[in-house]
């Protein structure tokens, strides 16, 4: 066990856990966030997506040890309200199918759309490649990707 202190939605937390443990279970054992899902565990699927600076990373294979001083942000910290662009579009578009998805796909979405306000729809394809909807609901996903860029 050790001591970590992490910015995690823009509060300090302070856990004694294995420096070992994925990001994914400090998330929901250590701290009840969670939205962020288990998908693969392998991080292949993308359903544990969540951000680190701003940056999606998978949480599932993110050992808490590495993520220092950086910021943490899950899909309950990306807006208070569920007002986020992207989570607007997302319900304009209506997305979900069975949903189970839709927090790592709308937390990629998210950190591409900070970094490329208007993507096209190579970019989006590549952003959002590796997180998998196992409904299919990937022409509904670009859609309200492209949405939330106008918004």
Known sequence: MATFNLNINGKNQQLDVDPATPMLWVLRDHLNLVGTKYGCGIAQCGACTIHLNDTAVRSCQLPVS??????????????????????????????????????????????????????????????????????????????????????
């Not at 662009?85 to 304009?92: R, S």
């Not at 998805?101 to 979405?109: K, N």
């Open 66 to 151: 590495a993520v220092g001083e950086q910021k943490v942000t899950t899909i309950e910290g990306l807006s208070e309200n569920g007002d986020h662009p992207v989570q607007k579009a997302w319900l304009e578009v209506d997305v979900p199918q069975c949903g189970y998805c839709q927090a790592g796909q709308i937390m990629s979405a998210a950190a591409l759309l900070k970094k490329t306000p208007k993507p096209t729809d190579d970019e989006i394809d590549g952003a959002m490649n590796g997180n998998i909807c196992r409904c299919g609901t990937y022409v509904r996903i670009k859609q309200a990707i492209k949405t939330a860029s106008t918004l």
